[in-house]
Each structure stands twice: as C-alpha cells, then as structure tokens.
C-alpha cells in the first residue's frame, strides 16, 4: 500500500492516538526518533563538528536526544539553544535535562552574535528548532538562527520538517531552512508535495518512531 502523506492533525493523532490508546510513553516516542535521526545523520555525515539548533517545543526535545546520542558515538556535537531551558516542558524538559546532567555542550544563545560565533565552525548543521505544529512567520532568534545557519557551506539537516515550512500548506517563510537533508517521521508531511516546500527539504528519509503497524494502517501510513 502506498504510504499516504501526513497533515498537522494526523501527526498530532498518531501520537496522541500511541500514547493514549496503547499506553506508550511520549518520551519513548522522542527516544526512538532522536535515536533513528542520529543513525542517519551517523551515516549521512560521517564527520566533522555537528551544530544541533533547538527550540523550545518536542522538536527541540528530539536535538537533545539526538545530541545526545551523536555523543554516544563518538562525535563532536554541540547544542545551540535559543531559548532558555527552563522555557522548556514535558519531555523536551526532561531530554534537556538528561544532556545538561551529561554535560553535553549546551549553549543557551541570547542573540544573533553568539549564534555567529557558536555556528562558525560547524560542518554540519541540524535543525530541530521548529516541528510540524508551528504556524505563522519566523521571529526572533528562530529567524537569526535559519539566516545564519543558510549562509553557512556546512551540510543542513532539517529534523521532521525544515524551520519556516507549514506541513499543511507547503508555504515557505522568508527565512525557511533549506535543508541538503530532511529526516522525517513516521511518513512524508502533505506540504511537501507542493512547489514551494519541495525545494528545501533535500533528500527526503523516513524515520519510525515505534508506534504500531495497527494504527499506522488506519491513518494510510
């Protein structure tokens, strides 16, 4: 069966549908992307300094997990965050909590400068400042940071959708992350089939998450 793509509710579903219905844990959830998304930056990128841009919502949650284990496998990473820890909640709190415990580098930016300086001699740049929930134009120093990591020659690669992409409606902010690489999960978003989205999100590779074939198949996945 061809796997249909994905619309901002049916993601939220999906997860809602694997935790509340089959008893798994958002965190496993996280846990199992942050892992698989690492696995492919892992054999995408096989070396050099890696740069993990986080916000403030689970996107952000999955670039500690994936810190985290980049980490683990012997790699030079760094977490660039652009909004306090402490502004985080649910599981994205508790995975930035883990990397901080680890002492993983983590840096808390609080303008563009310290962006400039913390991205300057990365090789590769992940995105996980923004997920498929987000609407409405970029600001701040979640635009900083797209800006700047563009200008960069390193490798981009955006996790579950590219910063300034709406998921329904495949519009492109004017500070959009353009991506060599877009890992996404659980199934393609339905915005990426149109014009504007598809010519930022590179290379596109599936990642699970863990929830069940079941409830896959009921959403076309």
Not at 161 to 190: C, M, Q, R, S, Y
């Amino acid at each position: 069966m061809k796997r249909l793509p994905l619309t901002r509710e049916q993601v939220q579903s999906v997860d809602q549908r694997a935790i509340q219905e089959y008893g798994m844990l958002g965190l496993v959830l996280m846990e199992n992307a942050g892992r698989g998304a690492a696995e492919v930056i892992q054999r995408s990128a096989s070396s050099g300094c890696i740069i993990v841009l986080c916000g403030k919502g689970n996107n952000g949650g999955d670039g500690y997990v994936i810190a985290r284990h980049l980490d683990l496998m012997g790699r030079d990473v760094r977490v660039i965050s652009v909004v306090p820890t402490d502004a985080l909640s649910g599981d994205a709190a508790a995975n930035a909590n883990i990397a901080l415990r680890a002492d993983l580098d983590v840096h808390v930016v609080e303008n563009q400068a310290e962006i400039e300086q913390l991205v300057g001699d990365a090789d590769v740049i992940v995105d996980c400042l923004l997920g498929t929930g987000a609407t409405g134009p970029l600001r701040g120093l979640y635009a900083d940071a797209v800006r700047i990591a563009n200008r960069t020659q390193a490798t981009r690669i955006a996790i579950d959708v590219p910063t300034g992409i709406d998921v329904d409606t495949g519009t492109a902010d004017l500070h959009t992350f353009n991506a060599d690489l877009t890992i996404t999960f659980v199934a393609e978003k339905i915005g990426f089939g149109l014009q504007q989205a598809s010519q930022f999100l590179g290379q596109i590779e599936l990642v699970s998450i863990g929830v069940p074939r079941k409830l896959l198949r009921q959403h076309g996945v």
